[in-house]
């Protein structure tokens, strides 16, 4: 295990969630994530090392014990399955592929529907039969920084989904299928 390092980050966080709290801890456990976490801070996350998440992934167990009112040495990963919560890995996987899916479907800006192209409309893979699935290509990077970009990441978490995911073009739906995909893949999974 990573030996705790404080950073500004993890710092603030965490003083964020114990300034947060109030007597009524039945009422907290929906709001931590959606809250904390927003959509575009997760997507920056995309592609960074583990030793820089972890601390965030910290905060998040913080924030568990805290709700449920648990000691520090308690086991954390089935209180993160009762309430749901993907870890932070999971998440930043989760908000690409909501992010590719309102590409995919026409929903997204131009900007963002520009930086990714489906493997169908590739002039260099125009016979092969990967061109009649919604996978996008993945464009090549010279180095790490480049593939935290959003037209690399995201056309990697798109593509690592199952194809009937691929399919979805109602929103609700989609994100519902998604996370119990991920909750599949965190805790399920590895579990086995």
């Known amino acids: ?15 964020y969630v114990r300034s947060d709290v109030s007597s009524d801890r039945k009422s ?4 931590f994530p959606r809250s904390f976490f927003p959509g575009w801070t997760t997507v920056t996350l995309a592609g960074l090392p583990r ?12 924030a568990a014990r805290l709700v449920l009112n648990l000691r520090l040495r308690d086991d954390v ?13 999971y998440r930043i996987t989760y908000k690409l592929c909501l992010i590719m899916h309102f590409v995919h479907t026409n929903r997204a800006p131009q900007y963002l529907s520009d930086s990714v ?5 590739s002039s260099s893979r125009p016979g092969l039969r990967s061109s009649n699935t919604a996978v996008y290509v993945k464009p090549r990077c010279r180095n790490k920084f480049g593939e935290r970009g959003v037209s690399h990441a ?4 798109w593509n690592s989904l199952p194809l009937h995911l ?5 929103n609700g739906l989609f994100q519902h299928r998604l996370k119990t995909e991920l909750f599949r893949r965190a ?3 590895s579990s086995c």
Do not use: N
């Open 1 to 15: 295990m990573i030996p705790f390092q404080r950073t500004p980050v993890s710092t603030s966080c965490v003083v």
């Open 28 to 31: 907290q456990p929906r709001w």
């Open 51 to 62: 030793c820089t998440t972890e601390p965030l992934q910290r905060v998040l167990h913080a």
């Open 77 to 89: 990963t089935p209180v993160l399955q009762q309430l749901h919560w993907l870890p932070i890995e």
């Open 117 to 121: 192209q489906l493997v169908s409309r």
């Open 154 to 157: 995201g056309p990697t978490a």
């Open 166 to 170: 691929h399919r979805i073009s109602d």
């Open 187 to 189: 805790y399920v999974a």
